[in-house]
């Protein structure tokens, strides 16, 4: 009993109390467990949490903010209610249309999120679109991603090989109905 004891104390407490439980000691086990779990609570984690990644807005190519509050900040600010709209009033820029965010601190990613406008419409909800990285911000190379979406509301993730960066750009070549605008309510990353 004391060698098994030592052992739990040296810290093999998870096997040790089912090596106890086991053996019929259920009583004297419980009073080791709690001394093991209190050791546990009261120890430093072994690792730091990951450090939250902050997205924010560097450019877009085109955002409408005098028919409606369209702004490109819109898409990474959290809320699915409000989106990024490209300009519409007065003159509608044709697709492909872009927007590059910026990761804080830089981060290794394994994909993007894009959750469509969450309203009635689904005026300028992107079909194909190209994703990119980049460390600069300037020169984002190839796509590290490329396809369709569904047409759908559904929020939409995309997966790649991980990749460190501390720029994305997401490009939208299309529009679901063939119409000239982007929208998106919220483009987030995946981290690895
Ligand atoms: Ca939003």
């Not at 903010?65 to 900040?73: L, M, R, S, V, Y």
């Given at each position: 009993m004391k060698i098994k004891m030592n052992l739990m104390l040296a810290g093999a407490s998870a096997l040790a109390v089912g090596l106890f439980l086991s053996a019929g000691c259920a009583s004297w086990t419980a009073n080791t467990a709690g001394k093991a779990v209190v050791s546990e609570l009261t120890s430093p984690p072994v690792a730091p949490a990951a450090p939250k990644i902050a997205l924010k807005l560097v450019r877009v190519d085109s955002e409408e903010?005098?028919?409606?509050?369209?702004?490109?900040?819109n898409a990474v600010?959290?809320?699915?209610n409000t989106f990024w709209h490209t300009q519409w009033q007065d003159a509608s820029p044709e697709c492909p249309h872009e927007i590059v965010i910026e990761l804080t601190p830089p981060a290794t990613i394994k994909g993007f999120t894009y959750l469509p406008r969450q309203d009635d419409s689904d005026h300028g909800t992107i079909k194909g679109y190209e994703f990119y990285v980049s460390n600069d911000g300037q020169d984002f190379g190839q796509p590290v991603a490329k396809g369709e979406f569904e047409n759908s509301k559904n929020l939409k993730t995309v997966t790649f090989e991980p990749k460190a960066c501390r720029f994305i750009k997401l490009k939208a070549l299309s529009e679901v109905n063939g119409e000239a605008w982007t929208t998106a309510a919220e483009i987030g990353m995946v981290p690895q």
């Open positions: 903010t005098a028919g409606e509050d369209g702004k490109g900040a600010d959290g809320d699915p």
